[in-house]
């Protein structure tokens, strides 16, 4: 804060005029400016928690009212006089329940196949951390003996450098993010051959064994990936589960690629022995 000083006239105990100084003290302009964005989210926060509670009370008021028509069908079939009566009534609350149990079942499969989708990705982010953590040492090892592909390692350090800087993207974001490195580090492997020097480096070799597994336990987790994503795409994209896909907003998702390096079963252990 700083302060401004500005004149003032006041009276005194005589009522005579007097002219004062008061100090008003003003925010610097970033300060305004944060206390401003922060009011922003508060009331933004705020928005979205009358949203959800005026969603929940939509589907509370929803659930009495099919309760309560429930409860009127089996009034009317109890105390109706004769059976053509009741079986007029049976038959409506029938196909109700029918379609509230089918809708039900296709809410319940909807979201099984997302949380297996969120599963098999909490699976392969593991593994895809331990790959960002090795990445470092790999290129300040590799940058010591290669020459003609400062492009590539430059592009890596890049690329890890902007997921680093956004540790919260969504998942369909860092996905394609990732599928780009893992682009790099195939060429990166193919590059290692031409590097005699290289491949006998001892740090190189430590490095070698450490990225070899990874890329295996990768491979595996992004099998398993793949196919909760190919499930959940499927049912988003069927009959009849795409209707309640589109009600609840599901999209379909991006599968983790296989680089064309990889396509040609390019791997660690063999281009590093």
């Known amino acids: 804060m700083h302060c401004v000083s500005t004149n003032r006239t006041l009276f005194n105990s005589e009522l005579e005029p007097v002219t ?57 079939i109890i105390f109706a006089p004769t059976k053509p009566q009741r079986m007029t009534y049976l038959i409506p609350l029938i196909i109700l329940v029918v379609l509230i149990l089918i809708i039900i079942g296709l809410y319940n499969s909807l979201i099984n196949r997302k949380n297996q989708v969120e599963n098999a990705f909490g699976s392969i982010d593991a593994m895809l951390k331990k790959r960002f953590d090795l990445i470092p040492n790999l290129v300040e090892t590799v940058k010591q003996y290669m020459t003609y592909e400062k492009d590539i390692l430059t592009k890596i350090v890049e690329l890890r450098g902007s997921i680093n800087a956004n ?64 499930a959940y795409n499927n049912s988003v994209e069927m009959f009849p589960t795409n209707i309640m896909a589109r009600m609840m907003n599901y999209q379909r998702k991006e599968v983790l690629t296989i680089e064309e390096a990889e396509r040609k079963n390019f791997s660690a252990k063999v281009l590093f022995n």
């Open 20 to 76: 004062v100084a008061v100090c008003r003290y003003v925010m610097p302009e970033h300060i305004t400016h944060y206390s401003l964005l922060i009011t922003h989210y508060s009331l933004l926060i705020t928005h979205y928690s009358l949203l959800i509670t005026h969603y929940s009370l939509l589907i509370t008021h929803y659930s009495l009212l099919i309760t309560q028509l429930i409860t009127h069908y089996s009034l009317f």
């Open 167 to 230: 540790p919260t993207m969504p998942a369909q974001e860092r996905i394609g993010m990732e599928n780009q490195m893992t682009g790099l580090l195939s060429q990166l492997r193919v590059a290692v051959e031409n590097y005699p020097d290289l491949k006998a480096n001892n740090s190189f070799i430590q490095l070698q064994s450490a990225w070899t597994e990874i890329e295996e336990q990768l491979s595996a987790a992004r099998r398993t990936y793949n196919a909760a994503i190919t």
